[in-house]
Structures are given as C-alpha cells and as structure tokens.
C-alpha cells in the first residue's frame, strides 16, 4: 500500500460533511479531490501550492469533477497557511484535517521540493489551526536529494509534541529509503 493511500484511509472517518481541511501541498490535485470530496457541499478545502502549475492541474481536475467550487487554490507557500485562513476568517482550531505531501511536483521540475525548515514552520502553524479530534497528514519521501534531511526534521518534531497531540510514524520495513508517513492528531 502507498503511503498516499494509507494517508487517505486515516483521514476518511475523521473528516465529516461541512468541515474545513487544507491541502499543504496541492501539486497534481489529487488530494484536494479527495478533501473535497470528503467535506461534502457544505465544507471548504484550502490548498496551497508554490507553483502555478500545480494548481491549474488541480483546477482542471476539480473542474473535471464538477468540485471546483469547494476549494479556495492559494498560490503562496505553506508556511503562509495560518495567515491565509486567517484572511478567510478560519481561526484557531477550526481546521479538521491538513494534509502534507512532500517532495516535488510528479512530472515537473523536480529541483522545487519542500524543504525542512519551511515545512516545519507551516506544521507549527497546522498545529495551531488543528480542531479536536483532527489529524494531520505528512507523507515523507528520503529518497530524493534533501528528503532524508527532510523526514528526519518532520520525524524529531513529531517526537516532541506534547499534549494534547499524538504522533504517529509508520514505514515499509523491507524496501530501501521508502516513502514513509507520519500522523499527528489533537486529542482533545
Ligand atoms: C509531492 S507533490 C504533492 C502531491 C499532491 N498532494 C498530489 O495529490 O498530487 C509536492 C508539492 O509541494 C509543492 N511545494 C513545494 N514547496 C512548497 C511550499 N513551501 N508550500 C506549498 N507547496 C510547496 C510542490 O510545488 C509540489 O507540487
């Protein structure tokens, strides 16, 4: 099983009709669909992405879908995301599921990838916006130039949350650097 997949089999029963989710990473669009479709009429996806590219592919794919009217597509870095949901009146822990899929954009320039620090400061942010019962999402990938460096940021700063977040590491054991995926969830 892929770790997208096994991200998106924990989401599923946390997410409910009319929820606010985040896609931290929108890239192809493919999770943003997921999220809308999880959030219903009734909810809102936010999805960020550096790159413009990344987010006219996931507006074809919403428009394919007829979605498109449940995701607001921010063009800024992820880092940016406490403000931008702040500028849409979404404060704190309001958000029911964000979701980080890191890495480079699949089939672009693969030297524009996440990088350790900003991703740790938009998971600061996350943690912020994150509503009771809510999860966060990091898939991890070591395999490319700066992405063990990376994961091992994501896996030390999961380590270290407190109460009243959990965190959770989970990995292939038999495969050679493979993608992994952490969860963190506000307990109460
Ligand atoms: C692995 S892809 C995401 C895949 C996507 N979730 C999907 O369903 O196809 C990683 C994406 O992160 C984007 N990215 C890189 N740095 C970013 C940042 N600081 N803020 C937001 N997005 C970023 C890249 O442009 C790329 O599109």
Redesign the pocket.
Known sequence: MRV?DLAREFLRPVISLGDIVV??????????LFLSQCVGETGRVFA????AA?LQQTRDSLQKNGLADRAILVN????QLVSALWDAAVGEQAVKAL?F??????G?DQT????AE??IT?LNGALTLLAAGGMITV?L?PGHTGGAEESEAVINWCKTREDPFISHHFQTLNRKSPPTLAIIQRMR
């Open positions: 997208t896609d931290a990473t929108a890239g192809t669009g493919q999770d943003t960020f992405d550096i790159q990344a800024q870095s992820h880092e979701m899929n890191l890495g480079y954009f699949p672009g524009i990838i996440t990088k900003t991703t938009a898939c990938y």
